[in-house]
T-cell receptor, first 115, second 107 residues
Framework: SAVISQKPSRDICQRGTSLTIQCQVD?????MFWYRQQPGQSLTLIAT?????????ESGFVIDKFPISRPNLTFSTLTVSNMSPEDSSIYLC????????????FGEGSRLTVL | AQRVTQPEKLLSVFKGAPVELKCNYS??????LFWYVQYSRQRLQLLLR??SRESIKGFTADLNKGETSFHLKKPFAQEEDSAMYYC?????????FGKGTMLLVSP
């Protein structure tokens, strides 16, 4: 299994600012994903982080708002840009190994509060 | 499009009672389904997957393609089972989650 670390674990941000969340995996994973979990809601996939190329975004999410990097197999960042209170959420990094089976491993999440 | 429905936001039972957390899905292909669990102050983790047909912590889930369901069951609930449970469907490469059901097991 993979252990996924995220930081910051939580932050309080001002409207209009941007914050970058870092995700580190302790072993190589073939795929990495970023999810958002808004209060009282389920997990919504933001994008698939592709190594060395642009992320693949889901409907409703755009690169200008959520730029993502993945310079290598074990590290990715998600930036939440020009934040508004609606961006207050838990952001989760996840990864899937190469052995198939579909299991995702999750980080502990980054809880952002935008004032 | 793929969709996962968990109709109950909250399920409250007494210790020793049977538990069934409902999950229905919509998917045009051959589904791959999972149950994830999040205990208080812990990260989301895999509980079980339909492919392995295993029983984890006394929980089982059977895929019923006719009813497009993947309900999670346990014959005798324990207090430590209290957690948030998410049903998830794997499409081509991504995982779609249901809204989750909070299970509360009272002594």
């Amino acid at each position: 299994s993979a252990v996924i670390s995220q930081k910051p674990s939580r932050d309080i941000c001002q409207r209009g600012t941007s914050l970058t969340i870092q995700c580190q995996v302790d072993s190589q994973v073939t795929m990495m994903f970023w999810y958002r979990q808004q209060p009282g809601q389920s997990l919504t996939l933001i994008a698939t982080a592709n190594q060395g190329s642009e992320a693949t975004y889901e409907s409703g999410f755009v690169i200008d708002k959520f730029p993502i990097s993945r310079p290598n197999l074990t590290f990715s960042t998600l930036t939440v840009s020009n934040m508004s209170p609606e961006d207050s959420s838990i952001y989760l990094c996840s990864g899937r190994g190469g052995g198939g089976g579909g299991e995702l491993f999750f980080g502990e999440g980054s809880r952002l509060t935008v004032l | 499009a793929q969709r996962v429905t968990q109709p109950e936001k909250l399920l409250s039972v007494f210790k020793g009672a049977p538990v069934e957390l409902k999950c229905n899905y919509s998917y045009s292909g051959s589904p791959e389904l999972f149950w994830y669990v999040q205990y208080s102050r812990q990260r989301l983790q895999l509980l079980l997957r339909h492919i392995s047909r295993e029983s984890i912590k006394g929980f089982t889930a059977d895929l019923n393609k006719g009813e497009t369901s993947f309900h999670l069951k346990k014959p005798f609930a324990q207090e430590e089972d209290s957690a948030m449970y998410y049903c998830a469907l794997k499409g081509y490469s991504t995982l779609t989650f249901g809204k989750g059901t909070m299970l509360l097991v009272s002594p």
